[in-house]
């Protein structure tokens, strides 16, 4: 589980639960982060995720699902927050990974079992680092990643 917490920021001081992966962002909240931050969910990456304008939207919709604030209330509180020092106001806290993620790191890759001894290069290194966010669509439009495909019928 992840967490923002929020110091310095009266009366929205607090630490409230992140859960993307959980729960993903509503249409509301998708339309937040367009609004305030500029990204739309197809632009959106890992390095996303250290942008303060992002890290505010995300600790704006954790409060409200926290009910420390209404829908209406956001554009309010974010402009409270924008004028917030950054790093020290608001900050992310991710929390332990998952045991599934904890089993895939647990060792090295497998050795190859083709037989080759020839090599074309050195071996890649594997990533240590899991990502924490959910995987976007990098192509088509948002609700492609979604709907269901409606097969048509020719000569009905």
Do not use: C
Not at 69 to 94: C, H, K, L, Y
Not at 100 to 116: I, T
Not at 125 to 143: K, Q, V
Request: avoid cysteine; proline fraction near 7%; charged fraction near 20%.
């Amino acid at each position: 589980m992840d967490w923002i917490v929020i110091e310095g920021v009266k009366p929205y001081d607090g630490r409230y639960e992140l859960n993307l992966g959980g729960a993903p962002l509503t249409v509301r909240e998708w339309g937040w982060m367009k609004r305030h931050t500029g990204y739309l969910p197809v632009t959106l990456d890992g390095d996303t995720f250290s942008d303060p304008e992002v890290i505010t939207i995300l600790a704006l919709i954790a409060m409200r699902r926290a009910g420390k604030i209404t829908a209406t209330q956001v554009g309010e509180v974010w402009d409270r927050f924008a004028d917030a020092p950054f790093g020290s106001a608001i900050t992310f806290e991710a929390g332990p990974a998952t045991a599934e993620e904890e089993e895939d790191d647990a060792g090295p890759p497998a050795e190859s079992s083709n037989g080759n001894e020839r090599s074309s290069g050195d071996a890649s290194t594997r990533s240590s680092g899991i990502s924490r966010w959910p995987t976007l669509a990098t192509s088509g439009t948002p609700a492609s990643a979604t709907s269901a495909s409606i097969p048509s019928r020719l000569g009905s």
